[in-house]
């Protein structure tokens, strides 16, 4: 049982380059979560999506994108990357406690 | 919208001591859920504890437990007996409930640096 698993674990990007980062989880949760953690602060919502087809836009949702491809994946897109967008991005899962992955850890250059 | 605060950026405690984690929160919704979540230097999201708004007893899981004290809108983390292992970052949480089952994300505290000293 893997839990929610994250890809990439680590990326360097430039200003302006395009990158996914890709979610799933195996626990047949409805509800499924995207974060950024930035130094000092704790996380913020970034986007969610409710159940499969729906997404909503949570506090940062500024310069992303999202996709949720079905009921095990939530992908997240950043389209032209700032170096603002230099965080560790956590996807979650579940309705009531939320089951977190490992992270991503993107730095934009 | 909702608020998290967590006055203590950062806290030393000997080990085997009681450690208490302070959270207070800012809501209008009637129905939500405090949550506290451990994040040790490798940077994993680790839940710990889970309190409903509507739950009557504090909630207790292993040597964790939570102090909810509605009306002060505060739902402090305690740690009885710490450990060495116990050092990370603490956060606290919280999402609203609606009417229907519909739930969005979590609003997180800045955290609290907890340091266990041998």
């Known amino acids: 049982n893997a839990g929610v698993t994250q890809t990439p674990k680590f990326q360097v990007l430039k200003t302006g380059q395009s990158m996914t980062l890709q979610c799933a989880q195996d626990m047949n949760h409805n509800s499924m979560y995207w974060y950024r953690q930035d130094p000092g602060m704790g996380l913020r919502l970034i986007y969610y999506?409710?159940?499969?087809?729906?997404?909503d836009k949570g506090e940062v949702p500024n310069g992303y994108n999202v996709s949720r491809l079905n009921k095990r994946e939530f992908s997240l897109r950043l389209e032209s990357a700032a170096p603002s967008q230099t965080s560790v991005y956590f996807c979650?899962?579940?309705?009531?406690?939320?089951?977190f992955g490992p992270g991503t850890r993107l730095t934009v250059t | 919208a909702q608020k998290i605060t967590q006055t203590q950026p950062g806290m030393f405690v000997q080990e085997k001591e009681a450690v208490t984690l302070d959270c207070t929160y800012d809501t209008s919704d009637p129905s939500y859920g405090l949550f506290w979540y451990k994040q040790p230097s490798s940077g994993e999201m680790i839940f710990l504890i889970y309190?409903?708004?509507?739950?009557?007893q504090n909630a207790t899981e292993g040597r964790y437990s939570l102090n909810f004290q509605k009306a002060r809108k505060s739902a402090n983390l305690v740690i009885s007996a710490s450990q060495l292992g116990d050092s990370a970052m603490y956060f606290c949480a919280m999402r609203a409930y609606y009417s229907g089952g519909g739930a969005d994300g979590l609003t997180f505290g800045k955290g609290t640096h907890l340091i266990i000293q041998p």
């Open positions: 309190q409903g708004s509507y739950d009557q």
């Open positions: 979650a899962s579940g309705s009531y406690e939320q089951y």
């Open positions: 999506s409710a159940s499969e087809g729906t997404t």
